[in-house]
């Protein structure tokens, strides 16, 4: 399966994408690259979580390039996109809807507009208010925020690696206690092998494949059901799910 890319897109011509993905990465630019179509370049990131790991190629597109010339295989392979403006420059609130329309087009669901930090008044700029107001299919995060933050919550690029860590993207590899050598998950049935497993042991493996492909359903499910809910909304959601999944694995054991 291709992996997923992750769009990076400047609207300010001083901020160059290549800067916010090293941001992210933490690692030289030049690290972990792969030709795309078309001769661009996409720079690997791995993500790693309680649940489950996966691998996302960062795209960047140069602001001075329009986002409908995208190369149609790598729309295909698209399924997230950060959008880097100046927060005081208000004639970006004027592209604003061509982003969201972009977004919904393409299907993208992991969509971030991205600042150095929003401003409180109008008249400094652009608030969050006004860049929820113009596109809500959006979220907004601040990479170099200067209010304080509760104990515990991410914030800047924390908070932006923190999304992409809950994202459930197209290829991820969920994870779980009890993988056996060659790397395959298999449901724990005890001691016994099925052949000699009681009735009971056989109604209780039963119940508990009928229980994961109901989980599983629901995840295939997740991103139409959530498609119209708040980041906040999809985070609570999935943090909810992955829960549920790991109750279930701790059960088996």
Not at 1 to 17: G, N, Q, R, T, Y
Not at 43 to 51: A, P, R, S, V
Not at 88 to 103: E, I, Q, S, T
Not at 124 to 149: H, M, N, W
Request: aromatic share 10%; proline share 3%; with cysteine.
């Amino acid at each position: 399966m291709d992996k997923p890319i992750v769009l990076v897109f400047s609207a300010d011509p001083s901020v160059e994408p290549e800067s916010l993905i090293t941001k992210v990465r933490k690692v030289p630019v030049e690290q972990f690259q792969e030709k795309l179509s078309d001769g661009h370049i996409g720079f690997g990131y791995h993500i790693q979580t309680k649940y489950y790991d996966t691998d996302v190629l960062f795209c960047p597109w140069k602001s001075t390039s329009e986002l409908d010339a995208l190369p149609e295989a790598i729309l295909n392979q698209t399924e997230g996109i950060l959008i880097y403006f100046d927060s005081k420059d208000r004639n970006f609130l004027k592209r604003l809807p061509d982003y969201a329309r972009f977004v919904t087009d393409a299907d993208i669901e992991f969509g971030i507009l991205l600042c150095s930090e929003l401003q409180e008044e109008s008249d400094e700029g652009i608030t969050y208010r006004e860049a929820k107001q113009f596109c809500d299919s959006l979220d907004v995060i601040e990479l170099e925020p200067s209010g304080q933050t509760e104990d515990g919550e991410a914030a800047g690029v924390d908070e932006l690696i923190q999304a992409m860590h809950n994202f459930i993207w197209s290829n991820v590899d969920m994870s779980r206690k009890g993988e056996n050598s060659t790397g395959e998950l298999g449901l724990h049935v005890g001691e016994n092998s099925v052949e000699t497993s009681t009735a009971d042991d056989e109604r209780r493996t039963e119940e508990e494949v009928n229980d994961f492909e109901m989980l599983l359903a629901q995840l295939m499910q997740f991103r139409t059901n959530t498609s119209s809910w708040t980041r906040n909304e999809r985070l609570a959601y999935a943090q909810e799910f992955a829960e549920i999944f790991d109750d279930m694995i701790a059960d088996d054991e």
